[in-house]
Nanobody, 114 residues
């Protein structure tokens, strides 16, 4: 069973930055698609950023130009978040895939104060 562990969340003032990390227990990030989602209570889960199996990168319109997703090796991926806004507040989850199975981390809380 692949395990993903996020870290790097916390409380930050608007305009600040955070870098979220996601570490996998197995080497699943290199060629498979990866993604970051966020969830705010009362709202639907939102796809924030993703890297496809072919390497194509996409972002939600709300974070374009501010967030950057990366996967420097097969067991770690990052979400660099700059110019944070209060509406970026939520629980952020990393997702990896292998052999048709999705693996989710436990989530890390990001709170942006105004």
């Amino acid at each position: 069973q692949v395990q993903l562990v996020e870290s790097g969340g916390g409380l930050v003032q608007a305009g600040g930055s955070l870098r979220l990390s996601c570490t996998a227990s197995e080497m699943i990030f290199r060629i498979n698609s990866v993604a970051w989602y966020r969830h705010v209570p009362g709202k639907e889960r939102e796809l924030v950023a993703s890297i496809g199996g072919g390497g194509g990168v996409s972002y939600a319109d709300s974070v374009k130009g501010r967030f950057t997703i990366s996967r420097p090796n097969a067991t770690i991926m990052f979400l660099q978040m700059n110019s944070l806004k209060p509406e970026d507040t939520g629980v952020y989850y990393c997702v990896g895939h292998r052999y048709g199975v999705d693996y989710w981390g436990q989530g890390t809380q990001v709170t942006v104060s105004s």
